[in-house]
């Protein structure tokens, strides 16, 4: 079996090293391939009698149906599947055609019993996509199969650069924001791992060098005591270990008890989709926390030497430019220039098959037809010139990352062009806070889903 992964948030794909493990339990061999660090290799798959590919996210999946319709070419006769959170993605465009099983939810047991049936001969079986929430046995992650780590993402933190493991405590949701791809599959649900598994997983990269551990969780706070539980464990065993991890605003105030002892056990920052400051906008999206909320949330964490690092959706269908000053006013003024990736401020809305803001009534007037090579429906802007700006800040921040600018350069850049954009004049020098970057605790490799 040969186990791709084409994107990963800049970590070792621990969606590879997962089910490598219960394939490996089950008896079967396993070669893995990354491409996001590793060219593509003919030997691996002229060995291989059967590939999947990793698709935990919409660049991923669309990445991966390059990489398995090349595979489809090279081999025909090789079975594919398609499993992760995006697999069921476009599924009348892959199944049948470029794959000939699709996965999504908890894909362990599916994929481990798809492979045992192939290895029992041809099967019947028809093309339909699984979504599986079922439970099975955790295995520890297979990560000697991987590349190292230092072909990865690296905490810069200080003028200092740690390793970078990414781990996992829990799987799906139990929040159903309207723009977010996993309530489609995991229907506001999630599951712990298994803390022993955690703390086996995090001991293995520890000795493969990681000086800092980034909890991959969809949001690390679903199960908040079970995350504590995990984070005293480890803050025992290795006391120096440092780490980070993603929640909503609305957890972060909701469990604000709890943010001492993450802080005293080496919590640097937390990311959290903070999306937008337009309220009704934030309500449209169901994120359940208000622009006052996120500032709260903001000086909480601060309160306790913990750095939030947004995330945003700044381009939606009712996106005005005057929502788009006011996001990059609210940046300079709670001092998050250096938080924010730049890539951030150009992201735009995707539109997956079983959205949840596909049902929305405001929706409707933007709405366009669905596009299935680029996994979303269409949409278009109430105001055009905003969708105009999107493309241009999109190619602002593209060529000012390639040239090496620093974050507070392209904030500015950024700003300017907003501000142009709405008709307002620029500001004035200082806007952007001495100091605002200067140390702040951040991932070498910015993400984008």
């Known amino acids: 079996m040969l186990l791709v992964s084409t994107y990963e948030l800049g970590h070792q794909p621990v969606h590879v090293a997962s089910p490598a493990a219960a394939l490996l339990a089950g008896g079967h061999q396993v070669r893995t391939l990354d491409l996001s660090v590793q060219p593509w290799d003919p030997d691996a798959l002229g060995w291989a009698e059967a590939v999947a590919f990793s698709v935990p996210m919409h660049t991923a ?8 319709a090349a595979v489809r070419r090279e081999r025909p006769e090789v079975p594919i599947c ?58 520890v992650p297979a990560r000697p199969l991987l590349p190292p780590l230092e072909r990865y993402a690296h905490l810069a933190h200080g003028g200092d650069e740690r390793l970078v493991g990414a781990v996992e405590a829990s799987h799906g949701c139990a929040s159903r924001c309207r723009h977010c791809p996993l309530p489609s ?9 298994p803390a022993e598994i955690v703390l086996a997983d995090i001991a293995q990269l520890v000795a493969a060098g990681a000086g800092h551990i980034t909890f991959a969780d969809p949001d690390f706070l679903n199960g908040a005591q079970h995350s504590l539980r995990v984070v005293r464990a480890m803050h025992r065993r290795f006391p120096d270990i440092t780490f980070d991890c993603t929640t909503k605003v609305e957890l972060i105030l909701r469990h604000r008890a709890v943010w001492p002892e993450l802080a005293a ?67 300079a003024a709670h001092d998050l220039v250096g938080n924010v990736d730049p890539v951030h401020y150009t992201i735009r809305l995707l539109l997956p098959e079983g959205s949840l803001l596909l049902d929305h009534p405001d929706l409707a007037p933007y709405l366009g037809p669905y596009d299935p090579e ?11 010139a905003v969708d105009a700006l999107q493309r241009e800040l999109a190619t602002l921040v593209e060529a000012g990352v390639a040239s090496g600018e620093p974050p507070e350069a392209l ?17 004035r020098e200082g806007l952007v806070p001495a100091g605002s970057s200067e140390g702040r605790p951040r991932l070498t490799e910015p993400w984008f889903c």
């Not at 680029?374 to 055009?384: F, G, I, Q």
């Not at 904030?411 to 500001?427: C, F, I, M, N």
């Open 61 to 68: 999946m669309r990445l991966a149906h390059s990489a398995a």
């Open 82 to 139: 398609l499993y992760g959170l995006y697999a069921g993605v476009s599924h009348e465009l892959t199944l049948g055609g470029l794959a000939d099983r699709v996965i999504a939810g908890e894909y362990e047991p599916e994929l481990r019993s798809w492979v045992d049936g192939l290895a029992e001969g041809p099967s019947s079986e028809g093309h339909q996509p699984i979504v599986a929430r079922g439970r099975s046995p955790f295995e």
């Open 185 to 193: 599959v995991y229907d506001g649900r999630f599951r712990s791992v």
């Open 265 to 331: 056990s080496g919590c640097l920052f937390v990311v959290s989709a903070l999306e937008c400051v337009n309220d009704a906008i934030l309500a449209r999206l169901d994120k359940g926390h208000t622009a006052a909320d996120a500032v709260e949330a903001v000086e909480l964490l601060r309160v306790h030497g913990v750095e939030l690092r947004p995330s945003f959706l700044p381009f939606t269908p009712w996106t005005t430019p005057a929502d788009l000053v006011e996001l990059v006013d609210f940046v």
């Open 374 to 384: 680029r996994l979303s429906y269409t949409w278009a802007s109430a105001d055009p």
């Open 411 to 427: 904030y500015l850049a950024v700003s300017d062009a907003v501000r142009r954009a709405a008709g307002e004049p620029l500001p």
